[in-house]
Nanobody
Framework: QVQLVESGGGLVQPGGSLRLSCAAS????????MAWHRQAPGKQRELVAQITIADNTEYADSVKGRFTISRDNAKNTVYLQMHDLKPEDTAVYYC??????????????WGQGTQVTVSS
């Protein structure tokens, strides 16, 4: 089994910054893609950013230039540094890892979600 634990969410004023972390543990052989998604009330879950094992990154247009995704493979951890936060960034943020274990090939695992609220 693989577990993902997120941290770093909270309440921040517009223009502020937050850093999210997501660490994986369990019977992990390899982690391919690491990603962050978010879901605002009444909206579908959307991809925010992802990073491949080769460190190639992709961002949603709405966060380009403000958010940076990075990974620490030694710690099985992904980070999302968020700057210049806007009220429309308010959502529950979920991490997703594409993981290969000793029991199976690559499959997606999700974190439990962390709330980010941007409000004055």
């Amino acid at each position: 089994q693989v577990q993902l634990v997120e941290s770093g969410g909270g309440l921040v004023q517009p223009g502020g910054s937050l850093r999210l972390s997501c660490a994986a543990s369990g019977s992990i052989l390899s982690i391919n893609t690491m990603a962050w998604h978010r879901q605002a009330p009444g909206k579908q879950r959307e991809l925010v950013a992802q990073i491949t094992i080769a460190d190639n990154t992709e961002y949603a247009d709405s966060v380009k230039g403000r958010f940076t995704i990075s990974r620490d493979n030694a710690k099985n951890t992904v980070y999302l540094q968020m700057h210049d936060l806007k009220p429309e960034d308010t959502a529950v943020y979920y991490c997703r890892f594409k993981v290969a274990t000793s029991d199976s090939g690559y499959r997606n695992y999700w974190g439990q979600g962390t709330q980010v609220t941007v409000s004055s």
